[in-house]
């Protein structure tokens, strides 16, 4: 009995859907987290923005949360706190420099997110000096991941998907589904392994990173291949953010259309935001409500890929069962999801709006940087060699055609809903 106890209060997800709600439940009796600013436009707004000294304390504050939350939760699991202690600031101080990095409106308007940052500063420094090994003891990147995709729920509103209409919830479906299956058939027809498929598919399929990174934690991916697959969604946004609303306007789209087809096809909410913008406020507000739909799903399919994966992939030597028992599916599911899904629901139907409003600013700020935190681990105990070898063709092949797939099986959905 104490061993399942024990076993209950120690897991890593239990862990952070504790932890995650401290956060939520601090920000929501109003502790006063601050929300720094990392925006800029060239050096003087650097200094006068970023740099000022209220703005370093900001992020100092902000440092001392996560500090303490970093610390405890390693205690919580049974790891070294004084390792989390000596090289969790380290940490935090490279991917402030990325936020920062991600924070110019140039690289902005080219949809150059934190956690690419993050990542190329962690490759840089592993593939060109030596990591110590204390400093790699401290690294808790599934952690960092998690703490961040439990936040993520506060921002899955379902109301605001509710009062935008029904088409984009259908055609969010319809997309996600399609492209889905398609992207995971190519994948395995590639000879790609099931994990880097079901992360890829989710990718490419329902929200671009955020997909990547709930499904690599439903199904316990390997974060060198999660960090391939948010690679290839970065890489590939930045061309269809330019050329989707040209294609648009030389087929004589309507801005409904359009705006429903780049929601469906691009993988990234700020690339979707982008692109919109280059079209007009009509293609805008449906492409983001599209885009949100697809978001929704997420919780739900993280939900069923967890299942999924947890009932076809339980197999050990030692036991010969045909399928595993509804308890060890329990056992093994990842209890994440839940502080996700759970997160969403109260967020949607029980914390009042005007609340939401005061709390969703600092809410989103956190995630980021949890995410940023989590790939600035992933690149300091990555290799270039790791990341991109001959495998990686393959998944790269399957990216493209399913990305391709996505463009025109989504224009025809958009199309047939929205003309």
């Known amino acids: 009995m104490s061993t399942q106890q ?29 929300n720094p600013t990392f925006g800029w436009k060239d050096s003087s707004e650097l200094i006068e923005k970023v740099l000022t000294l209220s703005n370093l304390v900001n992020i100092l504050l902000v440092f001392g949360v996560v500090y303490a939350i970093a610390i405890l939760a390693a205690a919580t699991l049974g790891k070294s706190a004084l390792a989390t202690a000596k090289g969790f600031p380290i940490v935090f101080f490279l991917t402030t420099i990325a936020l920062i990095l991600a924070g110019n409106a140039f690289l902005k308007n080219w949809n150059l997110e934190a956690v690419i940052f993050s990542l190329s500063i962690g490759l840089v420094i592993s593939n060109f000096f030596t990591v110590p090994a204390w400093l790699k003891d401290s690294l808790s990147t599934e952690l960092f991941v ?68 709930a499904t690599s934690g439903a199904i316990k ?28 306007k030389a087929l004589n789209l309507s801005e409904e259309v359009t705006g429903a087809w780049l929601g469906g096809t691009i993988d990234t909410t700020g690339a979707v935001i982008a692109s919109g913008s280059l079209v007009g406020e009509t293609a805008l507000k449906i492409s983001t409500i599209v885009k949100f739909s697809q978001n929704v799903l ?122």
């Open 298 to 419: 997420l919780g739900l399919a993280a939900f069923g890929i967890s299942i999924y994966w947890t009932y076809t992939n339980n197999q050990s030597e030692t036991v010969k069962e045909a399928k595993p028992t509804v308890g060890v599916i329990w056992e093994r599911f990842p209890k994440f999801v839940l502080g996700f899904i759970g997160a969403s629901l109260i967020f949607s139907f029980v914390v009042p709006a005007e609340t939401i409003d005061s709390v969703k600013g600092v809410l989103k700020s956190l995630q980021g940087l949890w995410f940023a935190l989590a790939f600035t681990s992933i690149g300091l105990e990555t290799k270039f060699s790791d990341l991109f070898n001959e495998e990686g063709k393959k998944p790269l092949y399957a990216f493209l055609i399913a990305q391709l797939f996505n463009v025109f099986i989504t224009l025809a959905i958009a199309y047939f809903l929205f003309r």
């Open 6 to 34: 024990s076993k209950f209060t120690l897991t890593e997800d239990w862990t952070v859907v504790v932890y995650g709600f401290l956060i939520i439940g601090l920000t929501l009796i109003g502790l006063k987290i601050p």
């Open 146 to 213: 998690k703490i961040g995709l439990v936040l993520l729920g506060t921002s899955v509103i379902f109301g605001d998907i509710l009062k935008a209409g029904s088409l984009g919830l259908i055609q969010a479906l319809l997309v996600v589904v399609s492209v889905w299956y398609f992207a995971f058939w190519i994948s395995k027809k590639l000879g790609i392994d099931e994990e880097m498929a079901i992360m890829l598919s989710s990718a490419v399929s329902i929200c671009g990173v955020s997909a990547a990174i």
């Open 221 to 248: 991916g390997d974060s060198k291949k999660l960090s391939y697959v948010i690679s290839l969604v970065l890489i590939t946004a930045i061309p269809m953010i330019i050329f989707l609303p040209f294609i648009a």
